[in-house]
């Protein structure tokens, strides 16, 4: 599966913005899918995955109740809702997906996951 990350840009710190991640190829809900971020100077860390049919979503405990992930399997699109954003979510936004069955063990690792999007910059200003 291809997928290609769009959505991102500059927002000021409080604001919303939403990112997308379109998959191509093979079927999309053969996937679990996820964000990831990496911000300067730091390593790549989990921010949200979600379950093939999108029944279980899971965060990361510094985005929880300000982020939402969703996915359309029809659309074959993976979505990021993010609100109230701060200063310390600018970094690089990445989709990936994995069609492993020890997902719901390993859906916060990257290692865990075979296909990548190129990567969409957020930026929030203070």
């Known amino acids: 599966v291809q997928l290609q990350a769009s959505g991102g840009g500059f927002v000021q710190a409080g604001g919303s913005l939403s990112l997308s991640c379109a998959a191509s190829g093979r079927t999309f809900s053969n996937y679990a899918t996820s964000w990831f971020r990496q911000g300067p100077g730091k390593q790549r860390e989990f921010v949200a995955a979600i379950s093939w049919t999108g029944g279980d979503q899971y965060y990361s405990r510094s985005v929880k109740g300000r982020f939402t992930i969703s996915r359309d399997n029809a659309k074959k699109t993976l979505y990021l809702q993010m609100s109230s954003l701060k200063p310390e979510d600018t970094a690089v936004y990445y989709c990936?997906?994995?069609?492993?069955?020890?997902?719901?063990?390993?859906?916060?690792?990257?290692?865990?996951?075979?296909?990548w999007g190129q990567g969409t910059q957020v930026t929030v200003s203070s």
């Open positions: 990936a997906a994995d069609p492993g069955s020890s997902w719901y063990i390993t859906y916060n690792d990257e290692r865990s996951y075979n296909y």
